[in-house]
């Protein structure tokens, strides 16, 4: 759900919910870009819905999630959700954030 916040306001999300609610447990999902090329009738560079404000590689959202949990004193999984290809991973990323 993630890539539906314009990025500048990502630093906004994280502290509503990470420094501020605090909650026990957080799910984080977001397209894994990297997959797009295996859709056949989606064209070369183009996000997967038109509300997308945009769409992270795995190293770019483990890269942010690793962020956020070290910030604000969380564990984080990472997965993937979805039919796995070796080289492009799942089609959906996902976040278990734990504190």
Do not use: C, K, S
Request: glycine share 12%; proline share 8%; aromatic share 12%.
């Amino acid at each position: 759900m993630i890539e539906h916040l314009d990025p500048p306001r990502l630093g906004a999300f994280e502290r509503a919910v990470f420094a501020y609610a605090r909650p026990g447990r957080v799910v984080v999902t977001t397209p894994n870009v990297e997959y797009n090329v295996l859709f056949e009738t989606l064209p070369v560079g183009t996000l997967r819905h038109r509300d997308h404000r945009f769409e992270w590689t795995r190293a770019e959202f483990g890269a942010w999630a690793g962020g956020v949990a070290e910030r604000h004193g969380y564990g984080v999984e990472l997965a993937g959700i979805g039919p796995h290809d070796p080289e492009r991973g799942a089609p959906t990323q996902m976040a278990v954030f734990r504190r």
